[in-house]
């Protein structure tokens, strides 16, 4: 290609990305493609509403995610008298949390040198264990919720296995676990790496330049969370969580006898001196400051079904990261349940592959997903590579002549969520300044409850964390 030509081609293309990250994600759009995660939704939630808007609340919590739901439930530990209001604009908890690919395995060591390099090693150490306590978070909380909470979530300990397919960005990782084990070897100590050899041998993938291995997680993330809300719900009766109830507008009142934001929404307006706001891709729809700051990308997801059983250890005590020169996809398997029938034949549920990825193989390498707020629609090149994937990573299970082991996969549902990213790649969390809000604030920073004022945001975990 002429140079002058891929100049203006890949300078059209940074335009597009920059005015859509620019620009407000809107509200969550009607419809959205249906998640394997959201089958069932929660007799409880799915359509939950109030007779009528409450008029006013302690607290109003924009969102009903992971984020939503850790700051509900360490608020009502605090103080269970608090009023409170969630809202959300489509069925609770049905965005990314209820979209996502069901694991925590993104790797630590891939993102240290950078850290490093920007904040150096104490404050790079420091993010890496703030990662990786996640696991342990959730862990404890499942627990905490109880045993039912704990099975119903399918919560449990994995194998991370991060598998490369192309030697040089084998070495790149191995060299970015090398410089972790270095400076932070305690940290560092759970991780390990194999060659290309052992990878292929042990992960039954003939492809393989190598491998990094170390501890995850794997869970069903909605149940997880409605689990907790449901339980939230029945004890506090001074808790009202309010689905199909999007906010249109926030403005604050100063003149009012006592300080407060209004929260305007199709059902009424609901005033209050704090708002927290956890709706992650689309924050900046009430955030303005956020704009260009943390924006939406699309993600695509799968569950397929196993024609027969997986090579060895393709199976549920593994979460994969499939690490390729142009993207990565990742990949874990549920539990499967057997019982045995009054005929003696045995009924098999679950064992679903949960798969997803392949916005690099995507229009544009990916790039028009960023500041995609749409998740009403799959994209056929992310569909048309997660489909065909499993056979290629694991091969036909065949060998010296051997009859194949198993057949593939067949797709069961194909679905897309909303992510969110920021700029630096770090999240926001805290208090929102005035400059970025475009509102004004109370100036009293406590309620006479012991809640702060103000308005508050947990935005950007694009993964990392969660």
Known sequence: MDRELLKHC???????ITKRIQTSPGLPI???TTSFWLQPESPLLSHIQSPSLPSDADIVIIGSGISAV???????????KLNIVILDARG?????????GGQTTWPPYWDYPDLKEEYGIEAAARIIKFRLR???????????????CVKVSEIR????AHVSFDEDVAKRRFEALRVWHQDVPEQAREWWKVNAETARTDLSMPTATGAIFGPAMALWPYRLCVSVLERLLKQHDTLKIESYTPVEKISYHPSASTPVYMITTPRGHITTPTVVHATNAWSSHLIPGLRSKAFPCQGQMSAQIPLRDLPPPGDDKYTY???HERGIDYMTQRLTTSTVNPDGTITTIGGEVMLGGGSAQTRNRGSDKIGSADDTKVDYLAASHLSGLVPSVFGSGAGDGKKATWGGTTVKD????????????LPFVGKIPSSITRRGKPKVKMQGNGVRTGEWCSVGFGGRVW
């Open 92 to 100: 609770i908890c049905t965005g990314a949390t209820g979209r996502n």
């Open 321 to 323: 990261l499939f690490v």
């Open 414 to 425: 194909m679905w897309t969520g909303v992510m969110a990213f920021t700029a630096d790649d």
């Open 70 to 80: 850790s700051i509900l439930r360490e608020l009502y530990r605090l103080n269970p």
């Open 10 to 16: 890949l300078g059209a293309l940074f335009e597009q």
């Open 30 to 32: 009607p419809n959205p």
């Open 157 to 160: 300990e994995t194998v991370a």
């Open 134 to 148: 996640n696991m342990e978070e959730m862990f404890e909380m499942a627990k905490e919720e109880g045993s039912d």
